[in-house]
Nanobody
Framework: VQLQASGGGLVQAGGYLRLSCVAS????????MGWYRQAPGEQRELVAQ???????NYADSARGRFTISRDNAKNTVYLRMNSLKPEDTAVYYC?????????WGQGTQVTVSS
């Protein structure tokens, strides 16, 4: 499975972005789609994830500002990011886990200016 992430960019603090990640084929069975981010000099961290049955999980830093969703018919996972802060600046990666299989996208840069 190949993942193509898009939607990153430069935005002012308080603004919003919506990230998209499209999988190259349909994902069957129980799976988890998620967004992670990695800031310079930092470890990659979970931002949000959603299971194939719609259960969502958020990092504390994202809860209340970000919303993850998925469209199974389009093999796509989204991340709506509101009230962006400079500390949200990072490369954002999408990930799909299906059983023991683990796939990562190439990342999309999000830069939030103060």
């Amino acid at each position: 499975v190949q993942l193509q992430a898009s939607g990153g960019g430069l935005v002012q603090a308080g603004g919003y972005l919506r990230l998209s990640c499209v999988a190259s084929r349909s994902i069957f069975g129980l799976n988890v789609m998620g967004w992670y981010r990695q800031a310079p000099g930092e470890q990659r961290e979970l931002v949000a994830q959603i299971t194939s049955v719609g259960s969502e999980n958020y990092a504390d830093s994202a809860r209340g500002r970000f919303t993850i969703s998925r469209d199974n018919a389009k093999n796509t996972v989204y991340l709506r990011m509101n009230s962006l802060k400079p500390e949200d600046t990072a490369v954002y990666y999408c990930r799909i886990r299906v059983g023991q299989d683990d796939y990562w996208g190439q990342g999309t840069q999000v830069t939030v200016s103060s």
